[in-house]
């Protein structure tokens, strides 16, 4: 399927999280990996640390990009999460994607994305290009009370 010139294909997924293996089989070397290691949705997978590496070492080895969306990380019920893959990517191939509408409130429709210093600029052009914007008394206010350490 293409989508805005890009093509898209879904991949399967299994108790370990995204099937790497069958993927790199149906599919040809993908320039952009999207991916939900941490609560796959809508099935509720979580990605074992195992496939975590392996996908990292994929993107690395093919020069690929991967979008980790975190959603729902920050509510683990038992036992200690999974490292982030952007925690575990030393070579910068990770794109993560956030939002603070679970952990904050849903109407505060406030998201970030965390990149590579090179890709800073681009993806501030980005959104102001998007029309992406957002308030500024919001923003404050999060700053504060992410920087008295009352979000943890």
Excluded at 17 to 33: A, N, R, S, W
Excluded at 49 to 72: F, G, K
Excluded at 104 to 121: C, H, K, L, T
Excluded at 122 to 145: D, H, R, T, W
Aim: glycine share 6%; hydrophobic share 40%; aromatic share 10%.
């Amino acid at each position: 399927m293409q989508v805005m010139g890009a093509n898209v294909a879904p991949v399967p997924i299994d108790p370990e999280g995204l099937d790497l293996k069958l993927t790199i089989e149906k599919h040809p070397v993908p320039k952009l990996i999207f991916t939900m290691p941490s609560h796959q949705q809508p099935l509720g997978t979580t990605m074992t640390l195992t496939r975590r590496l392996s996908l990292l070492n994929y993107a690395q080895e093919h020069d690929a990009w991967i979008i980790e969306d975190d959603y729902d990380s920050e509510f683990k019920y038992s036992g200690r999460p999974l490292p982030a893959l952007s925690a575990l990517d030393s070579e910068l191939r990770v794109l993560y994607v956030g939002t603070f509408s679970k952990s904050m409130f849903a109407a505060i429709r406030f998201g970030y994305v965390v990149v590579p210093p090179e890709m800073v600029d681009a993806i501030g052009k980005a959104k102001v290009l998007l029309g992406q914007n957002s308030s500024p008394l919001v923003e404050q206010a999060l700053y504060c009370f992410m920087d008295d350490g009352q979000f943890v």
